[in-house]
Each structure stands twice: as structure tokens, then as C-alpha cells.
């Protein structure tokens, strides 16, 4: 750890505080969502990845720099191995000045791994799972088991972690099944959270033809449920309902039909060892290179050179035949 240098936290060019930095700890995955991969991707080549070691290192930083929540994810964090070291080490700092570490996944490992996630100090997962209908699930991620899945989110229950459930709302796949999807979880105890198709990476159709705005779906939900909207806002980019006074919360990721840059406190770390400043732009700095040629000190310049130039905004718009905003996937640079 670092804590004895001079500490300046983490402002932006606009006066922004950084606390929330997630980390993609691979780009490689065991499904291939149809809305984030191509069928045949190209993954980064071995000696491209920053060691867990450095990834480690990059991240304690942030931390010992006003980092307060840290977020493992991908591609499915899960399939690199030895991501439990990382997730063991990080957690070391929950309770601490870690105030909360969390995974994103896509479920099919956590059979195996809930428990030592549990164990390192994990509390919340967040697991995506855009249908429960096994058809459409294998139709989706093009040969997933959603049966794997359900039975990874039981297995987190068991270790005792809270699971969100993340859906990307897609027409005609899953917009009949949001509201039974809401029941279920009503049901199980699970919070659940909707996300709009983001035009990140190429793949292999159109994104406008799966494109569903979350405004229509919100109108749809307040007609079979009472929701109260939570204002308390996270710096991230959901907005959340409280769902028929119950515990679930209902949680809408819209980038498209509601910006919420203003209020960003986020940066991602990729596999590569590269801070991206923003999920919507190109800007990046390689962290890993300036940690091997100049320590910590380089480290701490090259992430103020990037904070500085963090854009304002994304500016993310799904028009037919346009190109993505940005060519990298989402599992690159961490969901
Ligand atoms: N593999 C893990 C998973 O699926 O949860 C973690 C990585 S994944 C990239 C993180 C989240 O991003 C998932 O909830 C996924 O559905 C979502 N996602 C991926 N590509 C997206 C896109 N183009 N637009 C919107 N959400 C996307
Ligand atoms: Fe893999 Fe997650 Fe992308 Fe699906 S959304 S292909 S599970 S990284």
C-alpha cells in the first residue's frame, strides 16, 4: 500500500470527486450477449493483460486516493483465474477506506464461487439475466443455460449476498417479460435494475432494432405497480423506485432518453491496465505503463492527467446504420 504519500483526491475538470472506480478484469467471456459481443470476437492477446499484481496495485491506489467503491467486472470477471486474489485483496480494505466491493456477473460460476466471494468481503452481486425463459436466454447470449444462472443467483442467496438483478430491455425479446420479471423479483427479494442497449462495440445486427426506451417501459410498470420514486441519488447512472412499498427497488439505466453525466463520480480501470475516464469516449491513459516506468509517483500523474481531461458528457444516440460511439465493447471497458 501507498497511504504515505501526499494524497490529493480525485477532482475532474469539472469539479466532479472520483469515488467509484471499476475494474475489468478480463474482456473474455463464456456467453456472447448478442447487444455486447460479436459471435466470433477477438480477444486481447495474453501479454496485453495487466497482471492481477498490477491491477491490484492501480486499484489500491485509487483507493488510498478517495476511492470508496470499488466494482469488479468484465467480460464475466469470473473466468479469469485467480480473480478471487484480487477480489481477496480488495476486500481487505472494505470497512475500511473501502466502503463497499462488488462484482458484476453474468452467474454461471457462482455455484463455485459465492462463497469465497462472500468470504472476501463481497456483500452485493450484481447478475445479469435478461429473460428467465431458457428458449430465449440460450436465443441471447447465443448458448447460455439460464438454468446455470438461477441456480448461481440461489447459490449467492445461500452465502448470504444480496443479488440485483440487471436486464438490458430488448424489443421484441424481453419487453413482455419486464413486469413478470419485476414479480419474480418482488418475489425472491432480489432488487432490479433495467438498462438501455448502448451502442458500444460492434456486433454482429443493429442495435435500433433491439432498442427499447426505458421511458415506455416505466409507463408500462406504473400501470401494475406502485412506485415511488428514491431520490437519493449515487453519482451512477440508474435512477431508483421503491416498488410497491416493499423492499425491491426498481432501478432505470437510461443513457439514451435521460443523461446523467452531471453527477458522474466514476472511472474504469480495463484488463490492460487503461483508465477510461468515460464510458462514451476514446480518452484513455495507460496506468500500467506509467506504474513500470515510474512507480507510484508516475501512476499518480498519469491518473491526474486523465481526471483532467474527463468529458462532460456521453453522447450516445442509437440511429440506424450509424456506427457505434465508441468501438470498444462493453466488456472491455467494464459494464
Ligand atoms: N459479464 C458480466 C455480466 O454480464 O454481468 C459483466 C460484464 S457486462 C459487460 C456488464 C453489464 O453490461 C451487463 O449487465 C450487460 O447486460 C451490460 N451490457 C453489455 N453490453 C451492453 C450494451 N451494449 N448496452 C447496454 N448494456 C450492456
Ligand atoms: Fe459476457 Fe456480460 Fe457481455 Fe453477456 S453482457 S457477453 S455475459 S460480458
Redesign the pocket.
Known amino acids: 500500500m501507498t497511504e504515505n504519500r501526499t494524497v490529493r483526491p480525485l477532482i475532474d475538470g469539472f469539479g466532479r470527486t472520483i469515488r467509484y472506480l471499476r475494474v475489468s478484469v478480463t474482456d473474455r467471456?463464456d456467453?456472447?450477449?448478442r447487444y455486447?459481443?460479436a459471435e466470433h470476437m477477438t480477444f486481447l492477446p495474453r501479454d496485453r493483460i495487466a497482471t492481477l499484481e498490477e491491477l491490484a496495485v492501480i486499484t489500491e491506489r485509487f483507493i488510498a486516493r478517495g476511492v470508496r467503491k470499488v466494482r469488479l467486472s468484465?467480460?464475466?470477471p469470473l473466468v479469469r483465474r485467480d480473480v478471487m486474489m484480487l477480489a481477496q485483496r480488495i476486500g481487505r480494505h472494505v470497512g475500511g477506506a473501502l466502503d463497499e466491493l462488488t462484482m458484476t456477473t453474468?452467474g454461471t460460476r457462482l455455484r463455485q464461487y459465492a462463497p469465497e466471494l462472500a468470504a472476501a468481503g463481497i456483500r452485493r452481486l450484481n447478475v445479469?439475466m435478461d429473460t428467465r425463459d431458457p428458449a430465449r436466454f440460450r436465443f441471447v447470449?447465443r448458448h447460455g443455460d439460464v438454468a446455470q444462472v438461477l441456480d448461481g443467483i440461489a447459490a449467492a442467496r445461500d452465502a448470504g449476498l444480496a443479488v440485483k438483478i440487471n436486464m438490458v430491455a430488448l424489443k421484441g425479446i424481453n419487453d413482455d417479460e419486464i413486469a413478470s420479471m419485476l414479480d419474480w423479483c418482488i418475489a425472491e427479494g432480489h432488487d432490479l435494475t433495467l438498462i438501455e442497449t448502448m451502442p458500444l462495440g460492434a456486433i454482429d445486427e443493429d442495435r435500433t432494432d433491439r432498442f427499447l426506451p426505458l421511458t415506455a417501459v416505466k409507463e408500462m410498470l406504473d400501470e401494475r405497480f406502485v412506485l415511488e420514486r428514491e431520490e437519493k441519488g449515487t453519482g451512477g447512472p440508474a435512477r431508483y423506485w421503491r416498488v410497491n412499498g416493499g423492499t425491491t427497488r426498481l432501478g432505470l439505466i437510461s443513457p439514451l432518453t435521460a443523461n446523467f453525466c452531471d453527477g458522474c463520480n466514476r472511472v474504469r480501470l480495463t484488463t490492460e491496465g487503461r483508465l477510461y475516464t468515460c464510458l462514451g469516449h476514446d480518452d484513455q491513459r495507460d496506468l500500467r505503463q506509467a506504474l513500470r516506468d515510474g512507480g507510484v509517483d508516475a501512476l499518480d500523474a498519469a491518473i491526474e492527467d486523465a481526471l483532467r481531461t474527463k468529458p462532460r458528457r456521453h453522447d450516445f444516440r442509437i440511429e440506424r446504420d450509424a456506427a457505434p460511439a465508441v468501438a470498444r465493447h462493453?466488456?472491455v471497458t467494464g459494464?
Do not use: H
Open positions: 467471456c456467453l456472447r450477449c455486447c459481443m468484465g467480460g464475466e453474468n445479469s447470449t462493453m466488456s459494464g
